[in-house]
């Protein structure tokens, strides 16, 4: 394979790992649609600096876009995901006697959902003292068909949205993470909204925080409380 081929199938792969189309991707990054069309198919040379647009439209660094963590090309977001119950994809619990609230993400989600459970995630830290909440924030099971997904491009924004939210009342912030992609994505919210100051993700291919691939956010804390 030429290294313009390995490019083209890497952003093809990064664009459908982000839930956009490569319609979505030209009107984001400004870049013309048959461009686009053409590097993915290994047809043009990129510049440094539509390297650069690409990788920031999609989110991620540049050092990460070159990574060897691969994906499956097909669409990661799929519809029958968000036609499971939201309680089957998201859960939270708050522990007042820690102030901490933990909440687990198992599946792809929408914005509106993201708009929903926020409000009651806002009302859970309105109940604990304020500028020393921890938040624990599971996303490690992020999976469909044993493939990890990541949050689709309209929920990061709502998932900022959320961070900026909770930034003055939050004291301390562990991510768990299901890639290095994930990973990378989560740090550049968290840059963005300000909330790195107090967050870490964390990403083992081990996932020692449950490693019984069945434990509930219960087991999660008891994790949380040991480390």
């Known amino acids: 394979m030429t290294i313009l081929k390995d490019f083209g199938l890497r952003l093809r792969e990064l664009r459908t790992q982000t839930g956009m189309s490569q319609d979505t991707l030209a009107c984001r990054s400004g870049l013309d649609r048959s461009y686009i069309g053409s590097v993915e198919r290994g047809e043009r040379n990129v510049s440094l600096r539509n390297i650069e647009i690409l990788c920031d439209t999609l989110d991620v660094d540049i050092s990460y876009f070159f990574d060897s963590e691969r994906f499956s090309l097909q669409r990661s977001f799929l519809k029958r995901e968000l036609d499971r119950p939201l309680a089957e994809r998201f859960s939270y619990i708050m522990d007042k006697e820690n102030n901490l609230i933990a909440w687990r993400v198992t599946g792809a989600l929408h914005p509106d959902e993201v708009k929903r459970f926020s409000l009651d995630l806002k009302a859970a830290c309105r109940q604990l ?84 691939g069945e434990s509930d956010l219960i087991d999660l804390l008891l994790w949380y409380y040991k480390v």
């Not at 924004?157 to 994505?185: A, D, G, I, Y």
Request: charged content about 30%; some cysteine; proline content about 2%.
């Open 129 to 212: 003292e304020s500028k020393k909440v921890k938040l624990l924030i599971d996303n490690s099971k992020m999976m469909t068909k044993g493939q990890p997904i990541a949050f689709q491009y309209e929920v990061t924004e709502k998932w900022e949205e959320l961070q900026r939210w909770f930034l003055p009342h939050c004291e301390q912030v562990t991510v768990l993470c299901n890639s290095k992609f994930m990973q990378n994505q989560m740090n550049r919210l968290a840059k963005r909204s300000g909330i790195i100051k107090v967050q870490r993700s964390i990403y083992s291919e081990d996932k020692e925080w449950h490693a019984d």
